[in-house]
């Protein structure tokens, strides 16, 4: 059963309408394997070439990488390969440039025809959001809806203005993640919030393991059509970060 604290246990059948399957991540500090889920290191690269660049032919910073085969199965996303998260490498984190995610649908796990060190390292560390690579495991969990969402504004209506800062604190749900529904630190993305794009991909949120933090508290996402992610095309891929 899905938990709610005594005080909002009255609300159960409305909020349980708003629940979601979400892979939360969490991090352990470890050298990974190039085919492994992890924050920072060496993406899964048989070449140095395979490398994204930017438009203005600069690598981009890698974030991290998702083998689809090592997470709990989520509906509507791919169940093998691997995705792997670029932004520009700038001080603001790519902010307003284009992000690029790279999907590999099959790969190979014989280390002698893969690269073991990010080919870019001392290029993009000094603008990396994190302090340490590391591995990531999966959790998957339901989560309500947050307080972005319009099914929390008509729960919010339901109860006493003294309460409200109890319910977002209890459904303002952050944590790194994939699926699910994404915490803001400040407004909504256009792209989600019009509908357009609608799933969130992943979200990468403080971390006091990992080190992770964009700016001051902040966070990012990624966010994909639905349609899109059906047909594993992750060429427009919508990406946002903001810091308190």
């Not at 140095?48 to 199965?73: C, G, R, S, W």
């Not at 169940?79 to 932004?87: M, N, T, V």
């Not at 008509?154 to 604190?169: A, G, P, R, T």
């Amino acid at each position: 059963m899905f938990e709610i604290s005594e005080k909002f246990e009255y609300l159960r059948e409305k909020i349980e309408k708003t629940l979601k399957p979400t892979n939360e991540i969490h991090y352990e500090i470890c050298k990974t394997k190039p085919w492994e889920s992890k924050l920072g290191g060496c993406p899964y690269l048989k070449s140095v070439d395979d490398y994204p660049k930017d438009e203005t032919n600069a690598p981009m910073m890698f974030l991290a990488q998702i083998n689809l085969e090592e997470m709990p199965k989520l509906k509507d996303f791919p169940e093998k390969g691997i995705l792997q998260f670029y932004i520009a490498n700038t001080e603001d984190y790519g902010y307003d440039e284009p992000c690029k995610v790279v999907y590999i649908d099959s790969f190979d796990k014989d280390e002698t025809k893969l690269l073991c060190e990010n080919p870019y390292q001392t290029e993009i560390e000094e603008n990396i959001p994190f302090e340490k690579e590391c591995k990531i495991v999966y959790e998957q969990k339901e989560m309500a809806a947050t307080c972005y969402e319009t099914a929390f504004e008509e729960i919010l209506e339901m109860i006493s203005e003294e309460d409200e800062n109890d319910l977002y604190d209890e459904f303002g749900d952050g944590a790194s993640r994939i699926g699910g529904y994404p915490c803001f630190v400040q407004n909504p993305v256009e792209c989600y919030e019009t509908g357009e794009k609608s799933v969130l991909l992943l979200q990468l949120d403080c971390d006091d393991v990992s080190g992770l933090m964009f700016g001051d508290s902040g966070n990012c996402q990624f966010f994909i059509s639905k349609e899109d992610l059906l047909n594993k095309d992750f060429s427009a891929v919508g990406y946002d970060w903001a810091c308190c």
